[in-house]
C-alpha cells in the first residue's frame, strides 16, 4: 500500500505492507537507521521518534498509523546548513554517550519533553526519559545535558 | 578538572571522535548495514535443555518460496564446526545434540528476514531427550550425566591444562595457595564464615549480536561484526573454514554496547557457514530476546571464611567457589580463573587457599561480564570484611585502612606489586560521603574495594602513520565500543607528535588493515594500545631525526626535539619538512609501529591492578523493603585520565551496572527454561534509580605501565557495589543477605524473620 507522511520536513510517499512498523520503514525503506531498535517491547526507547510532536516507541508501531502525519527522526534535527539541535550540541559537551545505541532515542525523548515544557525540574527530567534505557553511562550526564539545553533553547527564543 | 595540567592535549576532555556522528544518528552499526546480494538468516532455537537429535527434516523449508538454503548440524561436511578460544567446544550449530534452550539447531537463509522466519516452522526435528543439568549441585553428582562426553581441542590460548570431556562436568578447576591455611583458622580471634550467591546476569547491550559474513568464490571471507575481540574471531573463523588468516577479514563499525558480552566469538562462524552454504553475503540480526539466550554472566555461589587476629589483622582467607557456566566454556575458564585471584581483594593476606570450579550445566552458556569475576567474588570478599570489623569492634573503613596493600607491596605472590593508592582512594570515598552531611535515620553508608588483575594477556601491536602534509593516522585493532578507543588514541598521538587533534584521523578495527590487538576488554585500551600509540609516534620520530640528520648533515643525537618537529642550532626541521625534502615527492608518508608483549615494562602480571572504589548511603524504605540510592561516590584511581570527562563517565556507568545486579537484575530459571529473558521482564537501572547525589573522583598518581603513566578503568566500579550496599542494609537495619540481587522482597523478607527472632 501507498504511504504519504511528512517525513523530517519533507512530503514523503512510498510503497509499504500493512504489516510492517514503522521502525523498518524508516530503517529499511527510507535508510534512517538513527532509528534503533533494541527491546521490540516498548521498554527501551531507542527507537523513540516525533509523530505530530509526540514521542513514541517506533518499533511497535505501525508504519500505516503515519499517515498524513508528521514524523521527525534523529536525522531531522540539526538545521539545513547542518547546525545541531541544542540537545546534540549539549549531549556531545557533557559526553552524555557512550555506544551512543541509545542515543538518538535519547535525544528525541527529551526533544519531545522540552518542546513541551522547556523548563522542567530534575523530577520532571527523570519522570520523563524513565523509558529511555542506557547501559553506558549512568544517566548522570543525560540529565546535565538535557539540562543545559532546557537553557540553551529558551535564551533562543 | 581544576589543575592545570602539564599535558598539551592528553589529560583535557576533547570533543568525542564519534560524537557528531553519534548525535546527528549518521554512526553506523553493524545492525544498520546492507550489502548489495545479501540473504537473511533466522535461527531455530532447541526446545530443550538436553536432547539428542534423531533427525532432522527441512525438505520443506528448503522448497518454501523466498528460501535459499537451510543450515543444519547435517551440511557441515568440509568444515571444523567446533570453535572456542580457550575449549574447543563450542559447534556453530547443533551437531547430534543440544545442550540448552535456546541453542540453535539449523539457520534457515531467506531472501529476506520473513521468507526465513516463515520457514523455520517447516523445519521438523526429532528429539530423544536426556536428563537435563540444569544447576552445579546436578553436575557435580557422582553419577551426574555428562554434559560433554567428546574430548576436545584446546583453542587460541595457550596454558588452559584442564579441557573438559571424558568423565566430568568441569570445564575449569584453579587452585591458588600460600601459607597455612588451617594453622592460620585455628590460631584466629575472629572469623566470618558464611554461603554467598551472585545470580545469573545478562549484560544487556542494547544493540543485539548481529553479524554479515561474506564467503566470495575466491575463498575469502570477509565478516562484518558486533565483536569486541575481532582477532579472536578471525582465528576461530580461520579453523573452522580452514583459511589462511590473509583471507579472513573481520571489520567491526560501531559496537552498541559490549560490557564483556560481546568479547570472543559468538554468531560469527554461523553467518559465515550460512553465507558458505548459500554462496551469498548473509546478515543474522539477533532479537534481544535471542541475545538472552547467547551468552549470560557466571552466577557463582561462593562458601568462604575470612580469619583476624585479635588486633583486626587479616590472617587468611578460604574459599570455594562454584560457577556456573552453562553449556559451553566460552571465555568462563578465564572467569574462574580471575575470580580466583580476585577474591582475594586489595588486602594482605598471610595465608589463602581458593578453589574455583567452572561447571558446565544445561543453561545459556555463560562467558565475561563486566568484571570478569570480580563482581561475583567481591561480594563474598568485601561482605566478610564488614562482618569482621564488626566482630572485631571497629569501623568499616578503619579495618580497611588497616589491612589494605600500600603501592609497591604485593598481594599475590609473583604478581605484579600492587601500582596505585588503596588507602588514599579508601579514605577519599569515606570523606566525600562523609560530606554530603550525617546520615539520615532509615539510611545506611558503606564504602567497599576491589583490586583486579586486569589488561589481559598484553599483546598488542600498533601503527601511525604520518604523512608528509603533517596529517597522521593511528592504526589501531582496539574496538570503539563506546568505552571511547577513538578518542583516547588520537590525542596521544596528537601529543607525541606535537601536531593539532584536527590533524590525527584514527582508523578503527580492520583485520585486513590494523595490526593485531589481543582483545578489547579487561580495561586494557588505554593502558595497552595507549602505549603502543605513543611507542609507534616515538618510532617515526627516530625515523624522522635520521632523515634530519641527513638532510642537515649533523650527528642524528645533536638533534633537539620540539613540538613537531626537530632543531639543530638555528635550523629547525617539521615532520612535513623533514619528509618533503627527504622524498621530494609529495604524497608520502611513514610508518611507525610498536609490537607490545610480556616482556620489559610489561613482563610481570598483571599488566595493571584495576582499583574499584565505590561508597554509597542507601535509604531503606522498612515497609517494602525498597531499597533506594541516596548517594554514590566513585574513586577511580587510573594514574592519569587521559579524557578526564569520559573516565568519570565509565566509573558512574560501571557502577550504575553494578548497581542493577545489586538491586534487581537476575535471570531466573524455572527447570529448563529461562523465565525473564525479554527486556518486559528483566529490570536494569533507570534514570530514576539515579543516586540524589552523585561524586566521582579521578585519582592521578601516574603509577601505571600505560601512556604518561595512565591505568586502565571502566570495570574496577561494578565490583564493589554489591556489597557495598549490603553492608549498607545492614547498617541501616541490622540484617545481612549473602544473596543478590537485593529486591524489595528478599529485604522484606529478611526484615520479617529480624522481627520474628526479636520477639522470640
Redesign the interface.
Known amino acids: 500500500m501507498k504511504l504519504s507522511f511528512e517525513l523530517n520536513g519533507k512530503p514523503t510517499q512510498i510503497e509499504i505492507e500493512a504489516r510492517e512498523t514503522l521502525a523498518e520503514v524508516l530503517?529499511a525503506r527510507c535508510r534512517?537507521?538513527?532509528?534503533?531498535?533494541?527491546?521490540?517491547?516498548q521498554?527501551?526507547g531507542?527507537c523513540t521518534v516525533q509523530v505530530d510532536g509526540l514521542p513514541v516507541s517506533a518499533c511497535t508501531y505501525l508504519a500505516y498509523e503515519v499517515r498524513g502525519r508528521r514524523v521527525t527522526?534523529?536525522?531531522g534535527?540539526?538545521d539545513a546548513s547542518g547546525r545541531?539541535h541544542p540537545l546534540?550540541?549539549a549531549?556531545?559537551d557533557?559526553?552524555a554517550?557512550?555506544?551512543?545505541?541509545?542515543?538518538?532515542g535519547m535525544?528525541m525523548a527529551a526533544k519531545s519533553l522540552l518542546d513541551e515544557v522547556p523548563d522542567p525540574t530534575e523530577a520532571e527530567?527523570?519522570?520523563h526519559?524513565?523509558g529511555?534505557?542506557c547501559?553506558?553511562?549512568?544517566?548522570?550526564?543525560?540529565?546535565k545535558a538535557i539540562q543545559q539545553a532546557s537553557k540553551e533553547m529558551r535564551v533562543q527564543k | 578538572m581544576t589543575e592545570r595540567s602539564e599535558f598539551v592535549v592528553v589529560n583535557h576532555?576533547v570533543?568525542?571522535g564519534?560524537?557528531?556522528?553519534?548525535?546527528?544518528?549518521?554512526?553506523?552499526?553493524t545492525?544498520?548495514m546492507v550489502v548489495e546480494h545479501m540473504a537473511w538468516a533466522k535461527v531455530l532455537r532447541s526446545p530443550f535443555a538436553h536432547a539428542r537429535i534423531v533427525s532432522i527434516d527441512a525438505s520443506a523449508a528448503r522448497s518454501h518460496p523466498g528460501v535459499v538454503n537451510v543450515l543444519t548440524g547435517d551440511t557441515l561436511k568440509g568444515l571444523h564446526p567446533y570453535y572456542g578460544h580457550a575449549v574447543k567446544d563450542h559447534p556453530l550449530v547443533a551437531i547430534g545434540k543440544v545442550r540448552f534452550v535456546g541453542e540453535p539447531v539449523a539457520a534457515v537463509i531467506g531472501e529476506n528476514e520473513l521468507a526465513a522466519q516463515e520457514a523455520l516452522e517447516k523445519i521438523s526435528v526429532e528429539y530423544d531427550e536426556l536428563v537435563p543439568v540444569l544447576d552445579v549441585d546436578a553436575a557435580l553428582k557422582q553419577d551426574a550425566v555428562l554434559i560433554h562426553d567428546e574430548d576436545y581441542a584446546g583453542g587460541a590460548f595457550r596454558g588452559f591444562d584442564d579441557f573438559p570431556g571424558g568423565s566430568r562436568n568441569i570445564c575449569q578447576a584453579v587452585h591458588v595457595e600460600w601459607g597455612d591455611v588451617k594453622a592460620a583458622f585455628a590460631a584466629a580471634a575472629h572469623i566470618a564464615e558464611g554461603e554467598f550467591y551472585f545470580p545469573m546476569v545478562y549484560?544487556?547491550?542494547?544493540?543485539?549480536y548481529v553479524a554479515i559474513a561474506d564467503f566470495d568464490p575466491k575463498g575469502q571471507l570477509t565478516v562484518y561484526s558486533s565483536a569486541q575481540h575481532p582477532f579472536m574471531v578471525r582465528h576461530d573463523l580461520a579453523e573452522v573454514f580452514a583459511l589462511p588468516l590473509n583471507s579472513v577479514r573481520v571489520i567491526v563499525p560501531?559496537?552498541?554496547?559490549?560490557?564483556g558480552s560481546k568479547s570472543y566469538t559468538k554468531i560469527e562462524p554461523l553467518v559465515a557457514a550460512c553465507s558458505w552454504i548459500s554462496g551469498r553475503p548473509v546478515k543474522l540480526q539477533l532479537?534481544?530476546e535471542e541475545a538472552f539466550l547467547t551468552t549470560r554472566g557466571d552466577d557463582a555461589r561462593v562458601r568462604m571464611r575470612t580469619a583476624t587476629d585479635s588486633n583486626g589483622k587479616l590472617l587468611a582467607r578460604e574459599a570455594v567457589i562454584h560457577l556456573n557456566t552453562g553449556a559451553y566454556a566460552e571465555n568462563s575458564p578465564m572467569v574462574s580463573r580471575k575470580a580466583a585471584n580476585r577474591i582475594v581483594g586489595p588486602y594482605r593476606f598471610p595465608n589463602v587457599k581458593i578453589d574455583c570450579l567452572a561447571i558446565y550445566t544445561n543453561t545459556v552458556p555463560a562467558s565475561s561480564y563486566r568484571g570478569l569475576g570480580g563482581a561475583q567474588v567481591t561480594f563474598p570478599g568485601e561482605s566478610q570484611m564488614d562482618e569482621l570489623a564488626e566482630k572485631a569492634g571497629c569501623n568499616p573503613v578503619q579495618f580497611r585502612l588497616q589491612n589494605l596493600a600500600h603501592s609497591g607491596e604485593s598481594i599475590h605472590p609473583g604478581l605484579r606489586p600492587i601500582d596505585a593508592d588503596l588507602p588514599g582512594d579508601v579514605r577519599q570515598a569515606a570523606e566525600m560521603l562523609e560530606r554530603h552531611g550525617p546520615m539520615s535515620p532509615g539510611h545506611g553508608r558503606s564504602v567497599c574495594c576491589s583490586a583486579s588483575d586486569a589488561g589481559a594477556h598484553p599483546v598488542t601491536l600498533a601503527m601511525v602513520q604520518v604523512y608528509g602534509d603533517g596529517s597522521v593516522s593511528v592504526l589501531s585493532g582496539s574496538t570503539e565500543?563506546?568505552?571511547?578507543s577513538h578518542t583516547v588514541l588520537a590525542p596521544i598521538a596528537a601529543e607525541e607528535m606535537g601536531v593539532t587533534l584536527e590533524k590525527v584521523r584514527l582508523v578503527g578495527s580492520d583485520t585486513a588493515i590494523t595490526l593485531f590487538e589481543r582483545s578489547t576488554g579487561a580495561s586494557r585500551t588505554t593502558t595497552l594500545m595507549g602505549r603502543a600509540v605513543q611507542e609507534a609516534c616515538r618510532e617515526a620520530i627516530a625515523q624522522c631525526r635520521v632523515m634530519a640528520a641527513e638532510l642537515m648533515n649533523v650527528p642524528a643525537d645533536e638533534l633537539i626535539e620540539e613540538r613537531g618537529g626537530v632543531r639543530h642550532g638555528d635550523m629547525g626541521l617539521t615532520w612535513p619538512e623533514i619528509l618533503d625534502r627527504y622524498f621530494q615527492m609529495e604524497g608520502c608518508s611513514i610508518v611507525g609501529r610498536a609490537y607490545l608483549r610480556r616482556a620489559g615494562a610489561l613482563k610481570a602480571v598483571p599488566v595493571f591492578w584495576e582499583i574499584g572504589v565505590v561508597g554509597v548511603d542507601i535509604a531503606l524504605d522498612s515497609e517494602t523493603g525498597r531499597i533506594s540510592l541516596d548517594s554514590l561516590v566513585t574513586v577511580g584511581d587510573v594514574g592519569l585520565a587521559i579524557h578526564p570527562?569520559?573516565t568519570e563517565?565509565?566509573d558512574?556507568?560501571a557502577?550504575?551496572?553494578g548497581l542493577g545486579v545489586g538491586l534487581f537484575e537476575e535471570l531466573i530459571y524455572d527447570g529448563q527454561q529461562l523465565m525473564n529473558g525479554?527486556?518486559?521482564e528483566y529490570r536494569?537501572?533507570?534514570?530514576?534509580?539515579?543516586a540524589r547525589h552523585?561524586e566521582l573522583k579521578l585519582v592521578q598518581n601516574r603509577d601505571g605501565v600505560g601512556p604518561y603513566g595512565a591505568k586502565g578503568g571502566g570495570e574496577g566500579a561494578v565490583n564493589p557495589v554489591g556489597p557495598c550496599l549490603a553492608n549498607a542494609l545492614y547498617q541501616a537495619a541490622g540484617v545481612r543477605i549473602r544473596r543478590l540481587p537485593l529486591t524489595p522482597e528478599r529485604v522484606w523478607k529478611a526484615l520479617q524473620e529480624k522481627k520474628a527472632r526479636a520477639l522470640e
Do not use: W
Not at chain 1, 534512517?32 to 517491547?41: D, Q, R
Not at chain 2, 560501531?254 to 560490557?259: C, L, N, R
Open positions: 530503517r534512517l537507521t538513527g532509528v534503533k531498535i533494541s527491546c521490540e517491547a521498554v527501551c531507542s527522526t534523529i536525522e534535527l540539526a545541531l546534540q550540541q549531549f556531545l557533557h559526553f554517550f557512550q555506544c551512543g545505541f541509545c542515543t538518538p535525544i527530567i527523570v519522570e526519559m524513565n529511555n534505557l547501559r553506558c553511562t549512568g544517566y548522570l550526564a543525560i540529565l | 576532555s570533543p568525542r564519534d560524537g557528531v556522528a553519534k548525535v546527528t544518528g549518521s554512526a553506523i552499526y545492525s544498520d549484560a544487556y547491550a542494547m544493540e543485539p560501531f559496537v552498541g554496547g559490549g560490557y532479537s534481544v565500543i563506546g568505552q571511547g570527562a569520559m563517565s565509565q558512574i556507568g557502577a550504575t551496572m525479554t527486556m518486559l536494569v537501572p533507570r534514570f530514576s534509580d539515579l552523585v
